[in-house]
């Protein structure tokens, strides 16, 4: 099954679930006939009462008033013997407790921490719960929203499928940040499509045009290797962060030192970051929610050092997983590559095999720019995947489809928020599927 029609299975479900919550939410059916008879009798009474019910409702008043009077005295005795019992429970406690009482007060704090670590567990557990299209749907509302406004302003001038239309296509999707040469393929495609399926319908239009990006982003994908590489067992797994500044590099490594703490792995962080104000004091602040330790040095200090230090304390003490975050920026590109190169070799000198990843971080915030810099770096280094944060706060969406067909780079993790559970494991289906779903 290709990926367009992973999609339009989705939507058809997500159809059939709202219309199944629609038709819960309905109003009650119509009452049977014996209920409608006996709502016909009722109606049929006079509006008051005769004086013969009146008198004996009068009647049977004081009855019922005592028997409540002796229900309530029989609760207020049962209370009252209950109390008696608490008190002398409480002023045994706190005999107790005069005898004791700094002993007791740290119990109290001991507690509220307790409570404190068992509400944002509880936090955290509901947010691992939320499905991935959840998280995808929300975090996508801006692309989505922006490409749809975009893709409708387009489709509202549709008059023939000329040539006209297909420029005008072409505009579109540039601006979708899809890039030119991307744009230019998927006008092509439906340019021939239209042909061969006689295509004249706006909502035909629409489909084709969506069921052909989607194609040529699985198409362009089928080579690409998704997935996390691990070191063999007993040896640490060294994962490198590259970037430049300010596109989230500290933050996602905190994230995902966060994310694989949780599933049981040992995790150390190396703060190689030296050069940026702040950098390592902001991971640090990750590691200590994690409670993940972090090897860090004196201000300026040579990252490669650092990393070395790191790489020598992982393969001692057996962790599972390092994670290097480096700088994002030294005088100029050379000297930053540069910087890279000697991290990545001092790394090969204790461990041969390592890195295992390395992980370029981009801002989808940024569109073109990003891809870009991901040119600069996967011309200067190994880069083995990609990290695009601040998707939620973009409408950029499209620069996905620009990463495929340009670099051939995986996209691994995407990010969607400041929660360490809002950075996911990139799905293709969820992203198309949130992308799109208003469309189609």
């Known amino acids: 099954m290709g990926l367009f029609d992973i999609f339009k299975k989705k939507k058809v479900d997500q159809e059939k679930q709202s219309a199944e919550v629609d038709q819960q939410t309905t109003p009650e059916s119509a009452p049977s006939e014996s209920e409608k008879q006996v709502t016909d009798a009722d109606q049929n009474q006079p509006a008051e009462k005769s004086a013969n019910a009146v008198a004996t409702d009068q009647q049977n008043l004081p009855a019922k008033e005592g028997a409540a009077e002796g229900i309530t005295g029989l609760a207020a005795t049962e209370a009252s013997e209950s109390a008696t019992a608490d008190n002398d429970k409480a002023e045994v406690v706190q ?143 060294v994962i490198l962060f590259v970037g430049v500044n300010g596109v989230g590099k500290t933050t996602t490594v905190g994230k995902l030192a966060s994310t694989y703490k949780k599933e049981g792995k040992k995790v150390l962080l190396a703060a190689a970051d030296t050069f940026r104000a702040g950098a390592v004091k902001q991971l640090q602040e990750w590691g200590n929610r994690a409670d993940v330790p972090v090897v860090a040095g004196p201000e300026k200090a040579d990252p490669a050092s650092i990393v070395y230090t790191a790489v020598e304390r992982a393969k001692e003490e057996h962790y599972d997983v390092l994670f290097v975050d480096t700088a994002g920026r030294l005088q100029n590109n050379v000297n930053l590559m540069q910087e890279l190169s000697k991290i ?97």
């Not at 387009?154 to 297909?166: G, K, M, Q």
């Open 95 to 237: 005999t107790g407790s005069n005898n004791e009482p700094e002993a007791d007060q740290p119990v109290a704090t001991d507690h509220n921490q307790d409570q404190g670590q068992k509400q944002a567990q509880n936090e955290d557990q509901h947010q691992d719960k939320q499905s991935n299209q959840d998280v995808y749907d929300r975090g996508l509302k801006q692309s989505r929203n922006g490409f749809a406004e975009r893709f409708n302003r387009f489709l509202a001038n549709f008059r023939s499928v000329d040539e006209n239309f297909f420029e005008e296509l072409e505009d579109t999707l540039i601006g979708a940040d899809l890039g030119f040469d991307l744009a230019i393929q998927i006008s092509n495609q439906v340019r021939e499509a239209v042909k061969v399926q006689n295509v004249k319908d706006k909502d035909q239009i629409r489909s084709l045009i969506i069921e052909q990006m989607v194609s040529q982003y699985e198409a362009q994908g089928q080579n690409e290797d998704q997935s996390m590489h691990f070191a063999p067992a007993g040896q640490p797994t």
């Open 344 to 440: 990545n070799r001092v790394v090969k000198k204790v461990l041969p095999d390592a890195p295992q990843e390395v992980l370029l971080v981009l801002d989808a915030t940024t569109g073109q720019n990003a891809l870009q810099q991901a040119k600069l770096f996967q011309d200067s280094s190994d880069v083995t995947g990609i990290v695009l944060t601040k998707m939620d706060g973009t409408a950029k969406g499209g620069i996905v489809f620009a990463i495929r067909d340009s670099l051939h780079l995986p996209v691994k993790w995407i990010g969607f928020g400041e929660k360490a559970t809002d950075l996911r494991v990139f799905s293709a289906e969820d992203f198309v599927y949130g992308m799109f779903k208003d469309l189609v």
